[in-house]
């Protein structure tokens, strides 16, 4: 039962992918009455490469969600990295932070197991449910709640209206709920765009321990190294349980400008060269290309406002040196979920507005100064001779890797740790967050 007379929950969370489940998942837990509202009917399928870095494995298990094999997880060891003709061998840092191992798994399966663990705990999610737009209070201009369509044809089509003096946006890259209300996306933060689609192998590949590594491919080639062409951007491949890979290539830029790159194509050509590696031809394909932008470096701000908050990619938290989404989208809910039960609590009753703003305050503090230095790392690889550089002569200095690795992944000790994690640490605590 709502504790606010008139309303349809304490909170309405829109969106029910990582960010949205989670979110939900810690309201529900603190006896906060939620209503989690998705548009698509679980399975749904999701454009993603399905790679769940240290960073990732750490806020599920937060969240109280069994990330073993049983469960159905593949767990992998590390990066393997290939770029200017090496391969290089990257096992996740082993810190106090973090567990030493990554996992991955199908977002169908992923998503549909974490809306279920936030219904186990209390929340209530409403299916076929597509919000398309905000209630905005006419005297205040707050977001009072969401207007809402059950149903996918007129037959069984129906319009709703649900209330709550709290709402979050955890509707996506596209978060219709945040544009609506003017929130637009900041056109001067890094974007990337990638697709990606899934091979079942026929036979287990050839080189030793190739299940238990994340592939990371810095260079695409159109055919044998030798002889072959360059071409833009950089691809994944991620293993899954049940011998299937995740295939993926993408790319990033500074600023939100197409770079007319036709990433399908892209992704076909790549692995008519990649097939022969892996054992596998195009027929073995098993789930469609799908793709989708991937929003950097809060994208979209503020994070909240007139009763809004924004989680995971509605606000634009990929990280723009990996494009990983999913460990920024968990933690975002359990930072909004932490504020929103501070704020809705009798004793704040009279400073509620001030506490929903440590949302951003602490987001802005553990992932701003990262972030920045992210776009000052895109803004580098995005010049070609920049990043063969750094493939040619960074590849084969494994200290260095190593140090590019944890920096990369997000993965160092915040608080003291080995040089490399203060040398991180500092620099990311220097950098300026925005
Ligand atoms: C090709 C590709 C590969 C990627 N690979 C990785 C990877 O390997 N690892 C990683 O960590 N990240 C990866 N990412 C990024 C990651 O997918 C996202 O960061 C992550 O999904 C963000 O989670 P979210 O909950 O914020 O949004 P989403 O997962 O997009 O969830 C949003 C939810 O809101 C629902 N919704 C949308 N609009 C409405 C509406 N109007 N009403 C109701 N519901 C609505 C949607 O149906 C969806 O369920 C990849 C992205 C792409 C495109």
Redesign the pocket.
């Known amino acids: 039962m709502p504790i606010f007379a008139g309303m349809d929950a304490d909170v309405i969370v829109?969106?029910?992918?990582?960010?949205?489940?989670?979110t939900a998942t810690y309201l529900a837990q603190a006896g906060v009455d939620t209503l989690l509202?998705?548009?698509?009917t679980f399975p749904?399928a999701?454009?993603?490469?399905?790679?769940?870095?240290p960073r990732?494995v750490k806020e599920l298990q937060f969240l109280g969600v069994p990330t073993t094999e049983q469960a159905g997880f593949q767990r992998n060891r590390g990066l393997r990295v290939f770029g200017g003709g090496h391969v290089l061998e990257l096992p996740w840092p082993e810190l106090d932070s973090f567990p030493p191992f990554g996992l991955?798994m199908p977002?169908e399966t992923l998503?549909h197991k974490l809306?279920q663990h936030a219904v186990a705990a209390g929340a209530r999610l409403h299916q076929d449910?597509?919000?398309?737009g905000p209630v905005i209070s006419e005297r205040t201009g707050r977001v009072v709640g969401?207007n809402?369509r059950t149903g996918s044809d007129s037959s069984n089509s129906a319009t709703h209206t649900y209330r709550a003096p709290l709402v979050v946006a955890?509707?996506?890259?596209?978060?219709?709920?945040a544009t609506a209300i003017g929130r637009d996306k900041n056109p001067h933060r890094p974007v990337?765009?990638?697709?990606?689609t899934r091979v079942k192998l026929t036979k287990p590949p050839s080189r030793p321990g190739q299940m238990d590594w994340?592939e990371s491919h810095l260079e695409l080639w159109d055919g044998p190294r030798e002889h072959g062409k360059l071409m833009p951007g950089y691809g994944?491949v991620?293993p899954e349980a049940g011998q299937v890979v995740?295939v993926?290539v993408?790319s990033v830029t500074s600023t939100a400008r197409a770079k007319g790159v036709n990433y399908r194509e892209l992704l076909t050509t790549w692995m008519d060269t990649l097939g022969p590696l892996w054992g596998f031809t195009a027929q073995d394909v098993v789930d469609p290309p799908?793709?989708?932008?991937?929003?950097m470096c809060f994208s979209r701000q503020p994070l909240y406002g007139k009763g809004l908050l924004l989680?995971?990619?509605?606000?634009g938290?990929?990280?723009p040196f990996?494009?990983?989404?999913?460990?920024?989208?968990?933690q975002?809910?359990r930072v909004a979920a932490a504020t929103i039960t501070a704020a809705l609590s009798p004793g704040a009753a009279g400073r509620r507005e001030e506490t929903l703003l440590d949302y951003p305050r602490q987001l802005k503090e553990s992932l701003g100064g990262y972030f920045s230095l992210g776009r000052v790392f895109v803004k580098l690889i995005e010049q070609p001779a920049v990043m063969r550089l750094c493939t040619r002569y960074g590849l084969p200095r494994p200290t260095l890797m190593r140090l590019v690795m944890k920096l990369l992944s997000d993965l160092y000790e915040p608080r003291g740790g080995d040089w490399m994690d203060r040398l991180i640490a500092t620099l990311a605590r220097m950098a300026p967050a925005a």
């Open positions: 829109v969106g029910a992918g990582p960010a949205g489940s989670a509202l998705e548009k698509a749904r999701k454009a993603c490469g399905d790679g769940l870095t990732a991955t977002r998503d809306a449910t597509t919000v398309t969401v809402a955890a509707d996506g890259v596209s978060t219709r709920l990337g765009v990638a697709v990606r994340m994944w991620f995740n993926g993408g799908r793709s989708a932008a991937l929003p989680v995971g990619d509605a606000g938290m990929v990280s990996d494009g990983e989404g999913i460990a920024y989208a968990l975002s809910g």
